[in-house]
Nanobody, 123 residues
């Protein structure tokens, strides 16, 4: 079992950058694939990025590819999402989640979720 806590959200102007973090508890953190999902206001939760157990494989949603970078530090039990060139449409609650299912992007396959962190991009 793993517990996840996101941090680092906030208000940023369009074109700016922000890095959010996901800190995990538990000694088996490196056995989980970690995903970042986001839920814009009034919309369903959507996949943003995910990273493999060792960090050597990443995948991004088309909407964030080239602007967001996911990384992990297994020694620190932390996953990061660096977000550059932010746009107003990136405004959402960002959640990290963990799964042992595999390299999946479906939120239904992730077993553990954090409480979320709000990212707001002003135009």
């Amino acid at each position: 079992q793993v517990q996840l806590v996101e941090s680092g959200g906030g208000l940023v102007q369009a074109g700016g950058s922000l890095t959010i973090s996901c800190a995990a508890s538990g000694r088996t953190f490196s056995s989980y694939v970690i995903g970042w999902f986001r839920q814009p206001p009034g919309k369903e939760r959507e996949f943003a990025a995910r990273i493999s157990w060792s960090g050597d494989s990443t995948l991004y949603a088309h909407s964030v590819k080239g602007r967001f970078t996911i990384s992990r530090d297994n020694a620190e039990n932390t996953v990061y999402l660096q977000m550059n060139n932010l746009k107003p449409e990136d405004t959402a609650i960002y959640y990290c989640a963990a799964t042992r299912v595999g390299l999946t992007t479906s939120p239904r396959t992730y077993d553990y979720w954090g409480q979320g962190t709000q990212v707001t991009v002003s135009s």
